[in-house]
């Protein structure tokens, strides 16, 4: 795994970073392929299968919060592309980290970037916060109190995880068992200098159109 140094240089949503002492970096945390991205352009299927080939990942270095923006921004450049054939706006997307590692931080610059306005409520208690964009229909989940899998039914989250939309999941690990394969999956790790560390994979053929 290559870790970009200068990821604006070399790639588009290498560039952004996290910055410790950001207000929003350890609120509410309680709780890939190669990125290329020079020609920003993403494609987005409907229809996703697992991979049968070792997936691609890459392995990025944000310094500040600026990085997360823009990797934010790139990536939600990247939902709202419409294809030629209508596909557009439908992803699962996990998230995992320790608790202040950032994660948070990134879904927030995320739904920002997709057109969320007003206030971003945490759905640490809830387990799930719809939202609604010119794009489509965004789920911004967080299992870190997730613990009863008859909730998945009763909840409804079979259906949403089947319906067309970007599904952004923290903790997904308290809901292995039930959530279904992410289509891209994000590691992240503070270092000693307080950067974050991003691994970006791709788990299934749309997220690895989503990617390069």
């Not at 970096?25 to 494609?43: A, T």
């Not at 990797?71 to 709202?80: E, G, Q, R, S, V």
């Not at 899998?149 to 089947?162: K, L, N, S, T, V």
């Amino acid at each position: 795994m290559e870790v970009l140094r200068q990821p604006m240089l070399q790639t588009g949503l290498g560039r952004g970073q996290v910055h410790g002492g950001h207000g929003n970096l350890r609120k509410s945390e309680r709780v890939g392929p190669c990125l290329n991205f020079r020609q920003q352009q993403f494609l987005i299927y409907r229809q996703s299968t697992s991979l049968k080939h070792s997936p691609i990942v890459k392995t990025l270095l944000w310094p500040d919060e600026d990085a997360t923006e823009h990797f934010a921004n790139t990536l939600a450049k990247a939902l709202t592309r419409v294809l030629p054939d209508g596909a557009c706006f439908d992803a699962c997307i996990a998230l995992q980290g320790d608790l202040g590692a950032g994660k948070t931080t990134l879904v927030r610059h995320l739904l920002r970037a997709l057109g969320v306005s007003g206030r971003i409520k945490s759905p640490t208690y809830a387990v799930v916060e719809p939202y609604e964009v010119t794009a489509g229909s965004l789920w911004h989940f967080d299992f870190y109190r997730f613990n009863d899998p008859r909730e998945w039914e009763d909840a409804g989250f079979r259906d949403i995880f089947a319906s067309q939309g970007v599904k952004l999941c923290e903790w997904p690990d308290k809901a292995t068992g039930v959530m279904p394969v992410a289509d891209v999956s994000l590691h992240i790790e503070v270092n000693d200098n307080d950067e974050r560390v991003v691994t970006v994979q791709a788990n299934t053929s749309r997220g690895e159109a989503l990617l390069t």
